[in-house]
């Protein structure tokens, strides 16, 4: 079974905080992405990575940059929280095939008061 | 315009209803397609997975595509609670690896 991990469930940071949001997927895949999931957005994509140390912008960078030291684990980090980055984050991997299967993390519910 | 559009809903029906769950897209290029359910707190999980226009049956679930018409939908057939979730269509062009993603219909099928 493919996984997808996420560090937290539930955080809860300050404006103006470094906040870090670790994503590790154990099935080799080449590609991870980072979402962020609002009610009437749907999913936006803010990230993607098709290799180590590579990345690519989504939809919506701003406030935030990545990282991708192993194969296996994304970062996202936002550098300095502010409350419009209250949301819900999705991390998700998949291979390198259009036709492949992209397999979601459990998600991590972020609060910035 | 967004490149993927979706009722959001909610929808709630009966148990045992038959439920129909439609996306339509601009971008000619998406070639597969896909509909997610995720349940509340949890991520998303592929339901189903279709290349090109047709139909695709998996048990009550069938998904069907019309590229002439841009326009794809899920149906489920006799449906239950256990059904209740948001439904997310997603699609993908030939070449490249971004998902587009519509915003979620979200189902309550009532006992």
């Known amino acids: 079974d493919v996984k997808v991990t996420q560090s937290s469930r539930y955080l809860v940071k300050r404006t103006g905080e470094k906040v870090f949001l670790e994503c590790v997927q154990d099935?080799?895949?080449?590609?991870m992405f980072w979402y962020r999931q609002d009610p009437g957005l749907g999913l936006r994509l803010i990230y993607f990575s098709y290799d180590v140390k590579m990345k690519e912008k989504g939809d919506i960078p701003e406030g935030y940059s990545v990282s991708r030291e192993k194969k296996e684990r994304f970062s996202l980090i936002l550098e300095s929280a502010s409350t419009n980055q209250t949301s819900m984050y999705l991390c998700a991997s998949k291979y390198g095939g259009p036709r492949d299967e992209q397999f979601f993390g459990p998600g991590t519910r972020l609060t910035v008061l | 315009q967004k490149e993927v559009e979706q009722d959001p809903g909610p929808l709630s029906v009966p148990e045992g209803a038959i439920v129909s769950l439609n996306c339509t897209y601009s971008?000619?290029?998406?070639?597969?397609f896909m509909w997610y359910r995720q349940y509340s707190r949890k991520g998303p999980e592929l339901l189903m997975y279709?290349?090109?226009?047709g139909n695709k049956e998996d048990g009550r679930f069938t998904a069907q595509v019309d590229k002439s018409s841009k326009y794809i939908s899920l149906f489920i057939r006799d449906s239950q609670p256990s059904d209740s979730a948001t439904y997310l269509c997603?699609?993908?062009?030939?070449?490249?690896?971004?998902?587009?993603f519509g915003t979620g219909t979200s189902l309550t099928v009532i006992p």
């Open positions: 971008n000619s290029a998406f070639q597969y």
């Open positions: 099935m080799d895949h080449e590609n």
């Open positions: 279709t290349y090109s226009s």
């Open positions: 997603a699609m993908i062009p030939n070449t490249g690896n971004q998902f587009y």
